[in-house]
């Protein structure tokens, strides 16, 4: 595995792949590595002839008051990691590099950016596309790997590739979780021992919701409701809670088409967040499993 620093170094690096007449992946990540992004350099691995992972704790998607210092950072253990697992390319910029003096242009994905968790962090989203239209810009890759547990980024960054014509599909992979359900993130290193025990109920509510929707709950706000008397005996503090159609994020009312019931919420000073898919309810199910 070649690991490198510039944005010029990673751009010919990735042409001479392509030349070769060989596809390539790419895994943007922010780095401090766990199984989550491990199952998207896999799933690059099984299919393009090569991957490039990017490694970049980017400040323009991080609030004021916000992680960024904190964040956890471990580029030897990570490149260990990424060696391991067959990676060809890894681009792990300084900000400097992404972000000379005089960088000025942002990229906007207009009505997918401000609600859920947009509303909470404004400016995120937007810092999110103008990193990840860059890497698209620098490594040409024909696929491009995102996590269902940022459900909102992927959904977002697949419609800015489709609008700025970036000629990459863009494939969402499953949430990786513990073994008690809750999803893994950088951020659960956060976590007080007390804090881990508590953690899994967000999981757990969104899961119980799901599970009764169309039978229990019969709406968007019965769900979040659901969710909410959940966790209400819990330490979490909700920030929100909202079931949206997984095509556009537009809040929905009935159940109907495919939901995605998103929260995040804190415990302590750490902020968790999931979501789960709600496949529609065929209404002959029942009869046809009966026959
Ligand atoms: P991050 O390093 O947090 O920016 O995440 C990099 C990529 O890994 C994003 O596409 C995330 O959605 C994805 N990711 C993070 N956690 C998980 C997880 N538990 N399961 C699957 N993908 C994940």
New binding site residues.
Partial sequence: MKTIPTPLGIRNACREVRHSGRTLGLV????SLHE??L??VRRSGRECDATAVSLFVNPKQFGPGEDLEAYPRDLERDQALLEAEGVDLLFAPEAEDIYPPGHRTAVLVEGLSESLCGRHRPGHFRGVATIVAKLFNLVGPDRAY?????YQ??VLLRRMALDLDCGLELVI?????EPDGL????RNAYLTPEERRAAPALHAALAGARERAGSRLHSGEDLARYVREELSSTPFRIQYIEAVSAADLQLIDSLQGEIVLAAAAFLGRTRLIDNVLIQPQHPDAEETAQR
């Fill in positions: 943007p990540t922010m780095g989550g992004h199952s998207l995102f996590g269902q547990k940022d980024q992927a992979c499953p949430t990786v979780r999803a893994l993130s950088s």
